[in-house]
């Protein structure tokens, strides 16, 4: 094998020179770009190119192809880089405040005790908690200046895309996040047999095996943590909870079993949701939207500018948009802080090239494990 | 920028004998590998070859580490095709049944006309369809040989993740897919006046902004289906229900509104799920699981095969694994056939670098469209 490594290293010597020599054009043809006002991608010309070296490739053809893929999508990066970056991301970067302001107010959905409920305690310590019944008047409430907490994954009320169509459609940003570690327990009134549960429908559905190896009836509720309410209230005999211990122990209840549900390990990511956007120095993760027109390679053209640029993704998720069969929605977190100018530049250099994007918010994100 | 273009075309000439040449050398180190029984990645001396052009190209150091990235990916994919593939997917893709035998039951949980069922008919026109309470007894009908049918969004049962686990703890296989749309209706047994709602608490919440502003009274059901029956069989003045049209006309209720849910064009998921694979010569998407370390491209080193291939994908999701924090699993469809010997070869190669990784399914999907 040696002898074909010391090939190999022969080639590089030859390759980067040329590469480089590349680059230094592609820059002088950005400059020239940019002076004339036009965008950097010229998709066209970059077509003409990949069919080219695919045709003088022969069977190599498709290695040919990728090989100029990406060598265009590097020098479109170096292009951006020229550019300058789009006007309204660099004006957010620079007027937003740096510090979230003392909340005036918090407000989560439900009643005390409920997940959201803890999430907004270790979002907003010491902050006054406020609850509406409605997921909808979180949002509305945030439209009057409070800070609104939602779940954005396993929440009754909506999956994640809700909560993000509904953070696109206020123009909100996201100014910080928690995961909260869903652990049911199983709790009474008082300790004694138990015959019949009360529940949200999807915590009964998450414990569900042993509701049924236990054969208890089952009682649907509007929320867990109000569940855990009407339990202590009526005290009645045989009549069991499932909810958070939290809640259990907010309502003074006995808890049973902990840890009842199917799965190990769940967790609920909840976001803390702002009108004005937020950007501290510190903020470690950042939050985009964007949508792709559904063509070969178009999201893997998208990541290699996270990777190239030693970004680490944290989250993505994509949804086909409903009506247009070949385009979907992304929703992509990363850990980044905007006021990283080679940061700032990749978003501005996304929001250049891609349909419809935008800018969610840049915030600190607690981890689990503190919790615990 | 004439003068630069004939520049860079100039270099193009002079960069892809340098490539193909470099594609020879790969291939015969890949043939020396396979004959040694050596893996096809050696990270240790790909990273000495980034680090050395890194150096070497100063301030274009990034782009010639990226540059270098894309080569040696282009390289393994060679490499990979030479190997011939992992043996259990090779026997599964040739000893799979080519179609689904008609099946003797197919089960989904739930009632009559709830949108499982309508994801049942669709996906098994004719079949006979039995319900049961519980989510997770699906899948224990399933192990004995029944055709599943699951939600695997929007749904309370779970999310996406909670199914995909069972479909994972169970190694049982997709078998079709199928998106329903979840279009919500106003109800009553008789026309007049509404105070009273009854439905499934997702449905309720789904609708929350008509319930609102009507001032509706709610009263959560495990079921909209259900709680359609319930409605009918009441017949209380002022009852109403949310539920869908055709729950709505099974229990012969009048429709007051439709589309009554705040979110247009929202769809779920269904999936067909069987203990044996089923791969048809003309099925069309394809799904994996599979983890991936928290390194930076990661991600992207697998998109790229698929960019690479012409393949699209058609979802991705990421879940962080819990009590690990650098490390994640992904959900991924794509378009293909694993009879096509180049997407089995991606999928071998995939299933060779991948830490963990399961092949869920290869199957057809209904579109939304044929629905309406």
């Known amino acids: 094998m040696a002898v074909e490594r010391r090939e190999i290293d022969r080639i590089d010597r030859e390759l980067l020179p040329l590469f480089l020599e590349r680059m230094g054009c592609v820059e002088r043809v950005g400059e020239l770009k940019r002076q004339a006002g036009k965008p950097v991608r010229n998709a066209a010309r970059e077509q003409e190119i990949i069919d080219r070296v695919s045709r003088q490739a022969g069977e190599m053809g498709q290695s040919a192809a990728e090989f100029y893929r990406a060598i265009m999508a590097i020098s479109r990066d170096r292009e951006h880089n020229l550019m300058g970056g789009d006007p309204d991301l660099l004006e957010l970067e620079q007027r937003a405040n740096r510090e979230l302001q003392s909340p005036g107010k918090v407000v989560c959905q ?45 929440s009754a009320a909506g999956s994640v895309t809700a909560v993000y169509d509904l953070i696109l ?60 309410k009407a339990v202590a209230e009526s005290r009645e005999p045989g009549l069991g909870v499932i909810c958070s211990e939290d809640a259990a122990r907010r309502y003074g209840l006995t808890i049973l079993r902990r840890g009842v549900q199917n799965v190990r390990n769940n967790t609920t990511r909840f976001v803390a949701v702002s009108r004005e956007a937020v950007l501290p120095v510190d903020a470690s993760k950042i939050s985009l939207c964007f949508s792709l027109p559904h063509t070969t390679g178009s999201l893997h053209s998208v990541l290699r500018r996270f990777a190239g640029s030693g970004l680490n993704l944290t989250k993505i998720e994509s949804r086909p948009l409903p009506g247009r069969s070949f385009e979907y929605d992304f929703y992509l977190d990363f850990t980044g802080c905007i006021h990283d100018p080679s940061t700032l530049n990749l978003i501005c250099a996304l929001k250049a090239e891609l349909p419809r994007f935008s800018f969610l918010g840049n915030y600190s994100e607690l981890s689990t494990e503190e919790e615990i």
Chains 1, 2 share one sequence.
């Open 110 to 154: 439900g009643v005390r005790g409920a997940y959201s409920h803890q999430a907004a305690e270790r979002l907003f310590p010491g902050a006054e908690i406020g609850f509406v019944p409605e997921f909808h008047e979180v949002f509305r409430e945030v439209s009057e200046g409070a800070l609104g907490v939602v779940p954005v994954e396993n």
């Open 169 to 228: 459609k206020y123009r909100f940003y996201i100014v910080g996040a928690v995961d909260i570690r869903v652990e049911h327990c199983l709790a009474a009134a008082a300790p004694g047999e138990i015959t019949r549960v009360l529940s949200h429908p999807q915590a009964l559905a998450q414990c569900s095996e042993l509701l049924s190896r236990e054969g208890y009836e089952t009682e649907d509720y509007s929320n867990t943590a109000a569940a855990a």
